[in-house]
């Protein structure tokens, strides 16, 4: 029954900008199965109602669908599908940034017994799993929420820790448990993800990074890997591609400055890469931004 009543809250709701009036909570509606699209994962709950998706991160792929849900606890670079999803009948999607602080407060509060005790090592960036009762109950009564204005401020950050703790005591729990924990793998691994991104146009030495993370250079290759199914020189080029893609839908005329801007000192490597990444090479795929199409809005996970 939650997955019924979920169904309709979101098509009911759904906005082409994905945006609700609930903090961090975004619907998903999409009516058609599109070719696949690039972007950042964020770190967020995303539940699919109706439809689904595959997504791939690094080597790694992940579908899910109605009564599932996905985890993504950094914020990484995938390529995501939407799948069976047809006018009348489209794929429906709940998403919610998980937020570190209140899942640290949760952590502080909960009893001894009342979590599973955590393995200690890093675990991927994404994991799926299929949705319990007791989440989707939450997850309807927050989305409630968007028709009841009155009720909405005191209430929907009661059941959005709710969410939270449902997934921190859920299959995925040690998962979500990371992001609460100052000194995890993790966050060591965070860290650096974020280094990478606000850096992403310098060459970097992979020690320097480490250094900066708090890790050794053999526990920050393993963990990095593990989290993010890539090395960080890989993380750091879909990074630059991402970016281009970017920075071409405004500058379809300038694509050696494009690539170099975003650290290519090689136009043909970087046309080269890029092309691997998305199926055209720059001059195409320019072509197609300027024609109007452009980079497609990122849907939920």
């Known amino acids: 029954m939650s997955l019924d009543e979920l169904r ?20 998903c509606k999409v009516d058609y199965a599109a070719a696949p ?9 995303a539940v699919i109602a109706q439809g689904g998706k595959r997504l791939a991160l690094g080597d790694r792929f992940y579908d899910y669908g109605a009564g599932q849900y996905l985890v993504a606890s950094v914020d990484v670079p995938v390529t995501g599908q939407v799948m069976d999803a047809a006018p009348g009948r489209p794929a429906l999607g709940f998403g919610m940034t998980l937020e570190p602080a209140v899942i640290a407060e949760l952590l502080l509060q909960a009893a001894p017994g009342d979590l599973a005790r955590s393995r200690g090592i890093a675990q991927p960036g994404i994991a799926v799993s299929d949705a319990p009762g007791e989440l989707l109950d939450a997850i309807v009564r927050l989305l409630r929420l968007l028709d009841r204005p009155r009720d909405r401020k005191a209430l929907a950050p009661l059941v959005k820790r709710e969410i939270l703790w449902r997934l921190m005591t859920g299959e995925q729990g040690d998962v979500v448990r990371q992001l609460g924990v100052a000194d995890s793998s993790l966050m060591h691994v965070r860290h650096a993800v974020r280094w990478i991104r606000e850096n992403y146009a310098r060459p970097f030495r992979v020690e320097d990074v480490a250094q900066l ?8 290759h393993r963990n990095f890997q593990e989290v993010t199914a890539m090395s960080p020189i890989q993380f750091q080029k879909h990074i630059r591609l991402q970016a281009a893609r970017l920075l071409l839908a405004n500058r379809p005329n300038d694509i050696t400055g494009v690539g170099q801007r975003v650290g290519y000192d ?12 998305f199926g055209a090479p720059p001059s195409v ?12 809005a990122p849907a939920l996970p």
């Open 8 to 27: 309709a809250l979101l098509e009911r709701h759904a906005r082409p900008d994905l945006a609700t009036v609930i903090d961090g909570v975004r619907i």
């Open 37 to 45: 699209e690039s972007s950042m994962s964020g770190t967020v709950l």
């Open 213 to 220: 993370s708090g890790m050794s250079v053999s526990a920050f």
């Open 266 to 277: 090689s136009p043909s490597q970087f046309s080269r890469e890029y092309r691997r990444q």
């Open 285 to 296: 795929d320019a072509a197609r931004l300027r024609g109007g199409a452009g980079p497609a």
